[in-house]
């Protein structure tokens, strides 16, 4: 009982309690014991449960954001537009070249050569004209249309050229006083025949004039007196053996022409020799322009009068007024002379056979003609200053161009006479709004001059041409022709920027005068921009050409004494950055090249790129959705620099160091190299070509 009563007690007391379940849970049976156990498994079942589901949700979310990504990123373009141009890069690069190392080859390095970007886009415009031109419809007549139109089909008509032979051409010997070979010759005047040859038949045997604008005032226009073009490319510094050479190859040109003419083999053989002993004293007379600009004078403004005074053997007046008609002139009106020093010793020459071998003068001036208008002879002729040309540039050791065929010469013709009416059509058919609107929004002036458009201009008159009888004869009617718009077009105020080239031209430029760059419908095609393209193409090609256009402006800043406030020293230290980084680039199988002629170019080409990329990035940020092109492992900005290459994709040869632009490799290594997001999108190795170790930082 008092253990009873204890036991009924004890639980009140509060320090017995703890003793009492020790004791019970080391006494209990298993059975007892179950649910204590239970509890420990479950508890460790519930932290293996917990750990599960925080992998799944981890493994959820690894999910959803590369679903994410792959929705929200860059996804490929499917337009018929960009998988021609993947095509068109895959087909022009080469992979199996590293990036890092030799990026001109892996995106224009091709197995059978190099693919030259600009001249097969220009022959796609040309082929675009020539669709135009074929195409039936029916015209107002008279209208500039249905010239064109005429025009072009009688150059294509070979047959009939074929068939007038060289009876057109004597006809136009005689109307210039004949030739003494021949044994019809008249003996005109010297500054008569002169006259007829510079006006009518736009031959230009001694010197070349033309309108340009005034050096002191741009928007005025001045006659310019240059240097002439010789058929043969002489140089000052040729070797002996080469001049030679090239002489006797010009020598036989001549005696192929005469004997076409009819002359018999002697006589052509004697008229030929002085005719070349003509071009080479008259070649001696001349001054590169890079000596004319060290001593001050690239150029001398005189008037009528006194370039009469210093080279009295020409009529100026006369010879220039005829030309230049309707263009008032009087002995008093400015001219701009590039050589005064040649037309000086030139006008002695001329007096001197004047006095002593007139025939010969006339042979020289009448052969001159003949190599003129070859284009618009028949084949016999064409030939034959053909093979001279590519013999030419075997012997000057520049690589032979391939003869264009006959359709793409007559489009060159038909848009040279007719470019305002074939300027509207093609603006028209290749640049619509959806272009226009696509291109960034620069204060530039793009597709073509506004008063291209207006409807009137392509129906034009061009009263002034009279077609045939032979294709000579149009030839040399829309040669006068466009003489007189040129002169008329300076003389008439006009109210915005004077296009210098065409609008299906693959060329851009900067007008310092105007304030104004120029990008033609040409250049704003595929595939250098489409509105279709991933903004990476469009950026990359069209847009660095745009920015390296505008950074003409700057050309000025760059040269000693152009920009006071700015650090000269640092500004000529990045200059020589540059120029030796160009000069340390491999050079891809060309021979020496004069990189300081193209250094102002390289600048550009350089600070191109930059603002380009930089522009892309910001559109990137403000404007999501970009593409990239499919079947092409690259990304957005891979593509970009691919797209910025193949811009600047074309062939290189010694002739590019009488360029302003470097070679093909230069323009793409260049650039790329001093661009630090180039290396970090390829991952280019630290040292690799194009990602040095030090970098010229110029813009």
Same mark, same amino acid.
């Given at each position: 009982?008092?253990? &009873? ?467 000579? *004869? ?40 105007? *304030? ?13 921009? *489409? ?42 230290? &990045? ?125």
């Amino acid at each position: 009982m008092e253990a &009873e009563d204890k036991s009924e007690e004890e639980p009140r007391g509060p320090s017995r309690a703890p003793r009492m379940r020790t004791f019970q849970s080391q006494e209990n049976s298993p059975e007892e014991r179950l649910p204590t156990e239970r509890s420990g498994l479950w508890a460790m079942a519930r932290r293996a449960l917990m750990t599960v589901l925080l992998l799944s949700m981890l493994l959820a979310a690894s999910v959803f954001l590369l679903y994410t990504f792959q929705t929200c990123g860059p996804s490929p373009c499917e337009t018929p537009e960009c998988w021609e141009l993947s095509a068109l890069y895959l087909a022009s690069g080469n992979s199996k070249v590293a990036p890092c190392t030799d990026f001109f080859s892996f995106a224009c390095g091709k197995a059978n050569g190099t693919v030259d970007s600009v001249q097969v886009l220009a022959e796609e415009n040309k082929r675009r004209l020539r669709g135009i031109l074929e195409a039936q419809g029916s015209w107002h007549p008279g209208s500039g249309e249905e010239k064109a139109f005429q025009f072009y089909n009688s150059c294509m008509d070979t047959h009939a050229i074929e068939a007038a032979g060289a009876g057109p051409l004597r006809q136009v010997i005689e109307e210039v006083g004949g030739w003494p070979v021949s044994g019809n010759w008249t003996s005109l005047d010297f500054n008569r025949t002169l006259t007829l040859l510079m006006s009518q038949y736009g031959h230009f045997p001694f010197f070349e004039a033309y309108l340009g604008p005034h050096p002191f005032s741009p928007h005025t226009p001045v006659i310019q007196i240059d240097q002439p073009e010789f058929d043969v490319p002489l140089k000052q510094d040729q070797e002996q053996k080469v001049s030679a050479q090239i002489f006797r190859e010009y020598l036989a040109y001549l005696n192929q022409l005469g004997i076409l003419l009819g002359g018999a083999p002697e006589k052509v053989q004697q008229h030929a020799s002085l005719s070349i002993s003509i071009t080479s004293r008259l070649s001696r007379f001349l001054r590169p322009l890079e000596l004319r600009q060290v001593q001050g004078k690239p150029f001398q403004m005189v008037t009528v009068d006194q370039l009469q005074e210093k080279a009295p053997a020409i009529d100026w007046l006369s010879c220039l007024q005829a030309t230049f008609t309707p263009m008032p002139l009087s002995p008093s009106q400015p001219l701009m002379v590039h050589d005064l020093e040649y037309l000086e010793d030139m006008s002695q020459l001329v007096e001197e056979l004047v006095l002593t071998h007139r025939d010969f003068l006339q042979s020289y001036m009448i052969l001159g003609l003949v190599g003129t208008l070859s284009p618009a002879l028949d084949s016999k002729f064409q030939d034959a200053r053909r093979e001279l040309r590519q013999k030419l540039r075997e012997l000057t050791e520049q690589p032979p161009v391939p003869a264009p065929p006959r359709w793409m010469q007559c489009v060159e013709e038909t848009g040279a006479f007719f470019e305002p009416t074939l300027a509207a059509s093609y603006v028209r058919e290749a640049f619509d709004q959806r272009t226009r609107s696509a291109v960034a929004q620069l204060r530039v002036e793009m597709g073509a001059p506004e008063w291209v458009l207006k409807p009137e201009l392509a129906r034009q008159e061009y009263s002034d041409i009279q077609l045939g009888p032979s294709f000579l *004869h149009s030839v040399l009617s829309c040669v006068r022709s466009l003489q007189a718009r040129i002169v008329r077009s300076f003389l008439q105020p006009l109210p915005r920027h004077r296009w210098k080239m065409s609008p299906w031209a693959v060329n851009a430029y900067y007008s310092i005068p105007d *304030h104004v760059v120029v990008f033609p419908a040409g250049l704003l095609q595929p595939p250098f921009f *489409h509105p279709g393209y991933p903004r990476a193409v469009n950026f990359g090609a069209a847009g660095s050409i745009m920015a390296h256009e505008l950074l003409h402006i700057f050309y000025k800043l760059l040269l000693p004494g152009g920009c006071p406030a700015c650090d000269t020293d640092a500004l000529q230290r &990045e200059l020589l950055c540059l120029e030796h980084q160009y000069a340390a680039f491999p050079s891809h199988g060309r021979s020496s090249f004069n990189g300081s002629r193209t250094l102002l170019e390289n600048a550009a080409d350089v600070g191109g790129l930059a603002i380009a990329l930089q522009a892309y990035n910001q559109r990137l940020l403000m404007h999501y959705g970009e593409t990239t092109l499919p079947g092409l492992d690259l990304s957005p900005q891979q593509i970009f620099f691919r797209s910025y290459a193949q811009a600047t994709c074309r062939g290189h040869s010694s002739q590019d160091s009488q360029r302003t632009h470097g070679p093909g490799p230069l323009r793409v290594h260049g650039p790329l190299s001093n661009t630090p997001a180039f290396a970090r999108y390829f991952r280019c190795p630290h040292g690799a070509l194009l990602n040095p170790s030090s970098r010229c930082h110029l813009w």
